[in-house]
């Protein structure tokens, strides 16, 4: 699986950007997908997931209902809206994939085995 995310750019804060995330291969129902981001001088932090599947959703605490994930299995593409955007928020975002059929929830990088590049969204006030 090859993962490749874009949308990422430069808002002002309270602004909004969708990420997008395509994936190759012709099993992109079978796998749980994740976004996770990485703020400058931070670690790589969880921000939610999804199982292609039925297309049910977990989300880290701080989203707060302002992020929202959901994929759309005919283009093989997963997205992340996020809404309200804070400063805080600027980080490089990754798209990752478990492993085929593995659909357990997990916040945990190290269980996804496959990622993207990244794209940088940088929100400034």
């Known amino acids: 699986v090859q993962l490749q995310a874009s949308g990422g750019g430069s808002v002002q804060a309270g602004g909004s950007l969708r990420l997008s995330c395509v994936a190759s291969g012709h099993t992109f129902n079978k796998h749980r997908m994740g976004w996770f981001r990485r703020a400058p001088g931070k670690e790589l932090e969880f921000v939610a997931t999804?199982?292609?599947?039925?297309?049910?959703?977990n989300y880290a605490d701080f989203v707060k209902g302002r992020f929202t994930v959901s994929r759309d299995n005919a283009k093989n593409t997963v997205y992340l809206q996020i809404n309200s955007l804070k400063l805080e928020d600027t980080a490089s975002y990754y798209c990752?994939?478990?492993?085929?059929?593995?659909?357990?929830?997990?916040?945990?990088?190290?269980?996804?085995?496959?990622w993207g590049q990244g794209t940088q969204v940088t929100v400034s006030s």
């Open positions: 999804i199982w292609n599947g039925d297309g049910t959703t």
């Open positions: 990752a994939a478990r492993r085929k059929n593995f659909d357990l929830v997990s916040l945990n990088p190290g269980v996804y085995a496959y």
